[in-house]
């Protein structure tokens, strides 16, 4: 069974800036894709981001120029840096991690952007 495990949240004042982590039991070669997605208390879960086995990625226009997907092959893990974060960021967020057929959810982390 794949493991997707997420680090990294926590309490941030807007403007700041924090990493989240997506660490998987595997290669994230095994992957498709891996994906971030977000769920505001009361709102639907949202995609944030994508970074595809070619390392092409693509964002969320309500992120696209603050946040940025980057990765690291040999800890399998891919990462996620929110800068200039807004209160509207505040959510949880999960990692999946998917493939033909197949997707794998991690259980999230809580990003909370207040003064």
């Known amino acids: 069974q794949v493991q997707v495990v997420e680090s990294g949240g926590g309490l941030v004042q807007p403007g700041g800036s924090l990493r989240l982590s997506c660490a998987t039991s595997?290669?994230?070669?095994?992957?498709?894709?891996m994906a971030w997605y977000r769920q505001a208390p009361n709102n639907e879960r949202e995609w944030v981001a994508t970074?595809?086995?070619?390392?092409?990625?693509n964002y969320a226009d309500s992120v696209k120029g603050r946040f940025a997907l980057s990765r690291d092959n040999t800890k399998n893990t891919v990462y996620l840096q929110m800068n200039s974060l807004k209160p509207e960021d505040t959510a949880v967020y999960f990692c999946?991690?998917?493939?033909?057929?197949?997707?794998?959810w991690g259980k999230g982390t809580l990003v909370t952007v207040s003064s």
């Open positions: 999946r991690a998917y493939g033909l057929g197949t997707q794998y």
């Open positions: 595997g290669s994230i070669f095994n992957f498709i894709a």
């Open positions: 970074i595809a086995q070619s390392g092409t990625t």
